[in-house]
Nanobody, 127 residues
Framework: QVHLVESGGGYVQAGGSLRLSCAAS????????AGWFRQAPGQEREFVAA????????YYTDSVEGRFTISRDNAKNTLYLHMNTLKSEDTAVYYC????????????????????WGQGTQVTVSS
């Protein structure tokens, strides 16, 4: 199995930026499709962004399209989420997720698509 550890969360003012990282270990990360999800207090976990195994294809939820960028460095076994123009409604615990997939090109956008999850990192955006 693959082990995931997020980092890079913190406190930022609205309009600011953060970069989240997710370090993968235990298996060849390039064999795993990956994504980011978030959960705000009192709300269900929601999809944020996904990336294919080879990093070519990405997909975003509408609320972050144009502000967030998901990327990966398979040589470093690391997944990233670059977050710009942050808003108070982006405040949440952010989780990275991964799942072994045969396809190098497909992206996956539901929680049920992923077997492996990190422990989460808190992002707080003040208005």
């Amino acid at each position: 199995q693959v082990h995931l550890v997020e980092s890079g969360g913190g406190y930022v003012q609205a309009g600011g930026s953060l970069r989240l990282s997710c370090a993968a270990s235990g298996r060849t990360f390039s064999n795993y499709a990956a994504g980011w999800f978030r959960q705000a207090p009192g709300q269900e976990r929601e999809f944020v962004a996904a990336i294919s195994r080879n990093g070519v294809n990405t997909y975003y939820t509408d609320s972050v399209e144009g502000r967030f960028t998901i990327s990966r460095d398979n040589a470093k076994n690391t997944l990233y989420l670059h977050m710009n123009t942050l808003k108070s409604e982006d405040t949440a615990v952010y989780y990275c997720a991964a799942d072994w997939r045969a396809s190098t090109m497909l992206v996956y956008s539901t929680s049920e698509d992923y077997d492996y999850w990190g422990q989460g990192t808190q992002v707080t955006v003040s208005s």
